[in-house]
């Protein structure tokens, strides 16, 4: 099996040698690396890219609106960073679709990147697949098969609102539950918190 360093320094390279910036090699280096530790098959789709890359018309979003279409296939990098770069934006629209978006699970890392800038969980439909994004640290899915997603018609994208899977009772209840394990602050116990420190020597 591959290490994920191995993956990443290799996708750079590739990145680069097929005419991107170090800079953007860099971010795919990363962005592959975090689809294959997230079980998404991150160098198969990117490697099918690579390989009609030079080929194909592929243009760029370079503003990011609430209804995003072209003719041709947007590239999933360049408007992945754009995304990325515009995410305080374009989280006041709540949600967005992208129509024509190539390999789109190329877009996919900036999107989890983009849920830990924000706060806030993101849902990402791709056709008839989904996936959650949980601040960068998980992606729920259905999507299992590992095939390559080459020309989807159609991705939407929800901004989600914070909030909390339990209520106000249950959070109160587990709360005075907690309470047996306070300490009560006695006089003794004041002393030694405001003399705490005195005889450091570092």
Same mark, same amino acid.
């Given at each position: ?9 290799t996708?750079?390279?590739? =990145?680069k040698?097929?005419?991107?910036? $170090?800079?953007?090699?860099?971010e +795919? ?7 294959? +530790?997230f079980?998404? #098959?991150?160098? @198969? !789709?990117?490697? &099918? ?11 760029d ?6 209804l ?7 590239? #999933?990098?360049?408007?992945?960073? !754009?995304?990325?770069?515009? *995410? *305080?934006?374009?989280? /006041? ?15 996919? #890392?900036?999107?989890?990147? =983009?849920?830990e ?15 959650? %994004? ?7 899915s ?7 997603? /080459? ?6 994208? &929800? ?6 899977? %339990?209520?106000?009772?249950? $959070?109160? /209840? ?11 602050e =006695?006089?003794?116990l004041? &002393? @030694? ?10």
């Amino acid at each position: 099996m591959r290490s994920f360093s191995e993956i990443e320094t290799t996708v750079k390279r590739a =990145t680069k040698a097929i005419g991107f910036s $170090w800079g953007i090699a860099e971010e +795919m280096g990363k962005n592959i690396r975090l689809l294959e +530790m997230f079980g998404l #098959p991150g160098l @198969k !789709n990117v490697n &099918q890219y690579y390989r009609i890359y030079k080929i194909s018309n592929f243009e760029d979003i370079k503003e990011i609106s609430k209804l995003n279409s072209s003719k041709n296939y947007f590239c #999933p990098i360049i408007s992945g960073l !754009n995304f990325f770069d515009q *995410s *305080s934006t374009i989280s /006041e629209f709540n949600e967005l679709e992208i129509s024509n978006l190539a390999f789109p699970l190329l877009f996919i #890392p900036f999107v989890s990147r =983009t849920s830990e800038i924000l706060g806030k969980r993101i849902f990402l439909k791709i056709d008839n697949k989904e996936f959650l %994004f949980n601040f960068n640290q998980s992606i729920y899915s259905n999507y299992l098969s590992g095939d390559i997603v /080459e020309k989807p018609e159609k991705i939407s994208l &929800q901004f989600l609102e914070n909030k909390n899977s %339990f209520s106000e009772t249950e $959070w109160s /209840e587990i709360y005075k539950m907690s309470e047996n394990t306070f300490v009560e602050e =006695t006089e003794e116990l004041k &002393q @030694k918190a405001a003399g705490a420190g005195l005889t450091d020597n570092d």
